[in-house]
């Protein structure tokens, strides 16, 4: 179909902005197909009438250029039609919440169902602590994430809130079940610093998205991500209420054949390290997945570090290898395009093209011969 004779006959996308008098004889195709198509003509246009090159390549290799910086554009851009989403859509599973609400009192049971999260915090705790101190030029000693607004998405019973809020941190903790709320608030009261840097929420992240925009340094999201039914639609939420240049702490499990043998048949139904049902497999997310959807919403994914699990010992440790649990941090982008609509870009450039044709009549009789 893309043949040479094809090709010369058809007036494609590339000659049809440079058609006579400077007009599109053609209407705008797929960004994709616009730009194989530039470059196959741009090759038979060289090798055909060398001449256009020698004379008017700078014009070439503008227009070339140009047409793959819309790819550049579209890859790390946000559409302006998406808005920020509100309470009518949510990415809570109402399964889940059932499961978490059976468990809401066992939060702070060290030797319980939650005793590997307990243990978990020696690692996230530091890891998240030690990246957010490369962003301050100055901290107190004792408080060294004070002045930092930090959310803790997915908070449960507190077990992450409380020692982020320990470190000198301003931390929101939300979470959809009503019961792990109580639970979180119940404990903090025993403490009358946390009490004053400590707030929890019943809520899940899309309600308080139009009124937190951009509003934290940091937001963390510990054993969450696959839990959600929509984590597109989540991560977008988490992006959305970062300041630029914030922080976002992921801590989850692989989409591995080890992560379903270990993770769901030996975790859960043989070893019960964790009850039956906690995990569904077909959730997990995969490294490469997750920095591909947290990149598409101005995202830098910094880091990604395995960690491994001893259920014997009851401590964590850090690992090369990410096939089962891995945390990652990501940053949000400090300089923010201007939103643009693909057929804004495309117009625009598009006249760009047309004017600087009209300027050089020479191209359009080589064009035309």
């Known amino acids: 179909m893309w043949g040479g004779r094809k090709l010369g006959s058809s007036g494609g996308w590339f000659l049809s902005v440079l058609g006579p008098g400077g007009r599109s004889t053609q209407a705008a195709r797929p960004l994709i197909s616009s730009a194989v198509y530039a470059k196959n003509q741009l090759s038979w246009t060289l090798q055909s009438k060398p001449e256009v090159f020698n004379e008017y390549r700078t014009m070439w290799f503008k227009s070339y250029r140009m047409t793959f910086s819309y790819l550049n554009r579209i890859k790390n851009f946000r559409y302006p039609w998406v808005k920020l989403y509100s309470t009518s859509q949510t990415t809570v599973d109402s399964a889940e919440v059932k ?169 859960e139904q043989i070893a019960g390290i964790v009850p039956k049902g906690t995990h569904t497999w077909e959730k997990f997310v995969s490294p490469e997945t997750l920095e591909s959807i947290l990149e598409s919403n101005g995202l830098s994914v910094q880091t990604v570090v395995g960690m491994l699990y001893n259920p014997f010992s009851g401590y964590w440790h850090w690992s090369e290898n990410t096939s089962l649990n891995y945390v990652a941090h990501a940053v949000k982008s400090r300089v923010q395009e201007h939103p643009m609509s693909a057929e804004f870009v495309l117009k625009r450039e598009t006249e760009e093209l047309q004017a600087t044709a009209c300027t050089n009549p020479a191209v359009h009789e080589e064009l035309k011969k």
């Open 99 to 267: 499961t978490f609400v059976a468990l809401a009192h066992k939060w702070w049971d060290e030797q319980g169902v939650y005793g590997p999260l307990h243990s978990m915090n020696d690692l996230r705790v530091p890891f998240i602590r030690d990246h957010l101190l490369k962003t301050i030029p100055n901290h107190q000693p004792g408080k060294p994430l004070s002045g930092m607004k930090i959310l803790d998405v997915g908070c449960g019973g507190g077990l992450l809130t409380e020692p982020l809020g320990r470190l000198g941190a301003s931390v929101i903790g939300i979470d959809p079940v009503d019961e792990n709320i109580k639970t979180a608030q119940c404990h903090k009261s025993f403490d009358p610093v946390l009490d004053k840097r400590i707030e929890y929420r019943v809520c899940s992240l899309e309600e308080i998205v139009e009124e937190t925009a951009e509003t934290f340094d940091a937001v963390v999201a510990s054993e969450v991500v696959e839990h959600v039914i929509d984590i597109e639609t989540f991560l977008q939420c988490c992006c959305q209420v970062l300041k630029p240049g914030g922080s976002l702490f992921i801590t989850t499990i692989n989409k591995t054949q080890l992560s379903y043998a270990l993770g769901i048949v030996f975790s």
